[in-house]
């Protein structure tokens, strides 16, 4: 608990704020005890839809979805003619393994969330938001429909919200299960009714999205932000974390460390940091053998990489991604030919279909690591795995395909000497890698 | 696991308001099918032929796209499962922290292996894909429920709740990791 006060003093939650507040329960009442819905009060009464998105711009805001997009710039493509219909979604499609943000940020304050989404759907004038949850939040969707009707029987969401003439309203829509969904075109596909497959672009969802309408999607953790920032101005926002990464970042910390959760903190601290003072380092006795920075997506770091700091430029400079701020820490007792089987198995599993070299390259990618992990890998294979990934990266109609031969390629580039010895000695010689259930 | 010989698959009439309840929210009604394959879903405890035929007159659609689409999604079954259907988190931070052991342990516990259910119809398993609660694991999602930080103990108990009452109050609430939070000092 020691560690964790001086964390308490050193970064201000933003955030995470209410819902570390001992007794907060998220309920309407609780969020406007804590300041809640006055920033789309403010919004309504003194700023135009252009200077809100004006505001949002200057501060600097970057999607948290995965790509970080800047907020503001994305909002700004938004066509500005008011007889067309537009649509905002709010992407609560949380299925990057490692990740685990939205969730928290769904079920402990989900009225700090649809402040939020109220706040977006006005800056790009759309009347009606779609939140699309994922279908195994089953919880979270019930807690959403509970805060939404609590807002509606306020006026703050439907018709006439908060009896300014603006009418926006928000519907929970919930997935079915299907990684791709978090695409952002998928999801719009999703919302139609049809299977998740991702459209190519151009045009962009903001012409043409959802039902052919100019539409924006937006992540849970974005949308969040937004209160604070009109609350707070611009310029409060901008001055946290690295001027091109500006803000607080929700890093959720998984895997052989002490401490998992949940960890807001300034963009731009170090991976050390994050590791060893939040999430309380490694498991006694272990050492760090290999760091996923960004969700499974992301490219495999080495502890040489602990200094690397985490805003979207530091981390891509040093050949991996920020993502979806999914870490997972690994300790000596893990394989790395193991660690991206299983990340291939999921990849296989999730891969939509829809595009040949990904479709067809995941299930190759797969079977190749099964037969390395399991000691029958054959000698060209190291070279078959490369060939293979530089067929699919960036031959896609979305970024899953650069996506999942990131785990490939990153361990083959750190710990290459561990194929070849799963090839030569015809074994995994660090173990199954299958960690034991606890008893108790 | 078989339907009952002449077992009613086609969906309810309260099923059919459920789902023609939802046209409103939007432009199409198209984009209701997840949810109303989520409804014939509960109402049978998996999507049959019959309410995939209703489904697709309802929404104006013919029967392939509601059949594609419901084969796309994972969360959908066209076959009967169990009372209880336990879904292990596999993906690699869960298996960091003993998903594997976790599937070892149900599968010796109930009998039956991933992808199979119990002879008496209570409990299928299976293995998914990453369920958001990486800080938690190892887990599993029962129908609506998580259920996280498992143990041998726990999954137990679970087990014995879910046969009991059909419920087990060590479901996961409203999600905050980690715990330690707020407690003081």
């Known amino acids: ?134 279908g195994e939040f089953a919880l979270g969707a019930k807690i959403l429909e509970r805060a939404i009707a609590e807002a509606r029987a306020k006026g703050y969401i439907g018709k006439d919200v908060f009896g300014s003439g603006i009418g926006i ?64 101005g611009p310029e409060w926002y901008a001055a946290i974390g690295t001027p091109k990464s500006p803000g607080m970042r929700i890093f959720s910390v998984g895997g052989h460390v002490k401490r998992p959760g949940n960890y807001e903190v300034p963009l731009g601290i170090s991976l050390r940091e994050l590791i060893d003072e939040h999430a309380g380092g490694v498991r006694d ?7 996923i920075p960004g969700g499974a997506s992301a490219a495999f770091f080495t502890p040489e990489h602990l ?44 891969s939509c279909g829809k595009c040949t070299p990904c479709r067809e390259g995941s299930a190759w990618l797969y079977h190749i690591l099964e037969r390395i992990e399991h000691g029958e890998g054959r000698p060209e294979d190291l070279a078959q795995l490369e060939r293979l990934c530089g067929n699919i990266a960036g031959k896609t109609v979305c970024a899953f395909g650069d996506a999942e031969v990131a785990p490939i390629l990153s361990t083959l580039k750190h710990f290459r000497d561990e194929y070849e010895a ?19 | 696991m078989r339907p009952y010989e002449g077992e009613c698959l086609m969906l309810s009439e309260s099923a059919k308001s459920r789902i023609v309840d939802l046209f409103p929210r939007y432009p199409d ?15 049978r405890g998996y999507v049959t032929e019959e309410a995939m035929g209703e489904i697709a007159v309802l929404l104006e659609q013919t029967p392939v796209q509601v059949y594609e689409t419901a084969t796309f999604y994972t969360m959908f079954s066209l ?86 009452e059909g419920r087990s109050p060590l479901a996961s609430g409203p999600f905050l990791i980690p715990l330690l939070i707020s407690s003081p000092p």
């Not at chain 1, 009442?29 to 998105?53: D, F, N, S, T």
């Not at chain 1, 891509?316 to 000596?332: I, N, P």
């Not at chain 2, 009604?29 to 509960?42: G, P, Y």
């Not at chain 2, 694991?137 to 143990?151: A, K, S």
């Open chain 1, 1 to 134: 608990m020691r560690e964790r006060e001086r964390e308490l003093v050193n970064y201000e939650k933003i955030l995470l704020k209410n819902m570390e507040t001992p007794g907060y329960t998220g309920d309407l009442a609780a969020y406007e005890r804590a300041g809640g819905y006055r920033a789309i009060r403010k919004v309504l009464k003194e700023y135009k839809p252009e200077q809100v998105i004006e505001i949002v711009k200057k501060s600097g805001l970057r999607g948290r979805g995965g790509a970080g997009f800047p907020t503001g710039t994305k909002w700004g493509f938004i066509p500005k003619d008011p007889t067309l219909t537009k649509y905002l979604c709010v992407n609560a499609d949380e299925s990057e393994p490692g990740t685990f943000k939205d969730r928290q940020l769904i079920d402990r304050d989900p009225h700090q969330m649809l402040e939020g989404t109220l706040i977006a759907a006005y800056a790009i004038g759309a009347k009606v938001v779609y939140i699309y949850i994922r």
């Open chain 2, 79 to 164: 076959q009967p499962l169990g009372k209880h259907v336990i879904q292990v988190c596999r993906t690699l931070s869960c298996a960091l922290v003993g998903a594997d052991g976790l599937v070892r342990y149900l599968e010796q516990t109930l009998g039956i292996k991933a992808g199979e259910t119990t002879p008496d119809g209570l409990f299928s398993l299976k293995t998914v894909e990453c369920l958001a609660a990486c800080g938690a694991g190892p887990m599993m999602q029962i129908n609506d429920d998580y259920y996280e930080y498992l143990t041998g103990e726990k999954i137990d108990r679970i087990l014995a709740d879910l046969r009991r």
């Open chain 1, 169 to 232: 309203e928000i519907w929970v829509h919930r997935g079915a299960g299907a990684y791709i969904c978090g695409e952002e075109t998928a999801l719009l596909e999703s919302i139609e009714g049809k299977r998740g497959l991702p459209r190519a672009k151009p045009p962009f969802p903001a012409i043409n999205g959802l039902y052919q309408k100019p539409t924006v999607v937006n992540n849970v953790e974005t949308v969040s932000n937004l209160p604070h920032i009109i609350n707070r």
């Open chain 1, 285 to 291: 006795g272990h050492r760090i053998k290999a760091i």
């Open chain 1, 307 to 350: 200094d690397v700091k985490l805003d979207f430029e530091s981390i891509a400079q040093a050949g991996s991604m920020l993502g979806s701020g999914g870490v997972t820490v690994m300790d000596e007792t893990t394989c790395m030919v193991w660690a991206a089987y299983n990340l291939l198995g999921f990849f296989h599993h999730e």
């Open chain 2, 29 to 43: 009604k198209h984009s209701v099918m997840l949810a109303a394959l989520r409804v014939a879903q509960e109402e």
């Open chain 1, 422 to 440: 799963h090839i030569r000695e015809h074994r995994c010689p660090i173990g199954d890698g299958v960690a034991a259930l606890a008893a108790r």
